[in-house]
C-alpha cells in the first residue's frame, strides 16, 4: 500500500464496498455495515474479505443440511435415470 486512499474490500454476501480501519490487518474480523454478515480477512494484496469461519451454530446446522439435502436430491435423480434405462448403464 503505498497511498494512504481509502481501503475498501467487496463484502462477498451483498457486493457493497466495506471501508477496512487505518491499518487493516489479515484475518482481522469486519462485520459488514450493509448486510451484518461477519466477515474476516482473508488476502492482504488485494484486500479480499470472506465469511468469519465461526458462525453462530445454529446458521452452521442450516447450512450442513441444506448440503445433505442437496446431495439426497441428486442421488433420486440418478436412480430414476438408471431405472428408465436399466439395461448396460454407462457407469457399470
Ligand atoms: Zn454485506
Known amino acids: 500500500m503505498i497511498n494512504n486512499a481509502r481501503i475498501v474490500a467487496k463484502c462477498p454476501d451483498c457486493q ?6 487505518p491499518k487493516p ?3 482481522m474480523r469486519i ?6 454478515t461477519q466477515l474476516e480477512i ?3 494484496d488485494p484486500w ?13 446446522e442450516q447450512d ?5 439435502e442437496e446431495q439426497d436430491f441428486e442421488e433420486v435423480f440418478y436412480d430414476d435415470e438408471a431405472d428408465e434405462e ?4 454407462p457407469w457399470q
Open 16 to 21: 457493497s464496498d466495506i471501508s477496512l480501519p
Open 25 to 27: 490487518e489479515l484475518w
Open 31 to 36: 462485520t459488514c455495515p450493509e448486510c451484518g
Open 42 to 44: 482473508v488476502d492482504d
Open 48 to 60: 479480499e474479505l470472506d465469511y468469519a469461519e465461526d458462525f453462530d451454530e445454529d446458521e452452521l
Open 64 to 68: 450442513f443440511e441444506d448440503e445433505l
Open 86 to 89: 436399466d439395461e448396460d448403464p
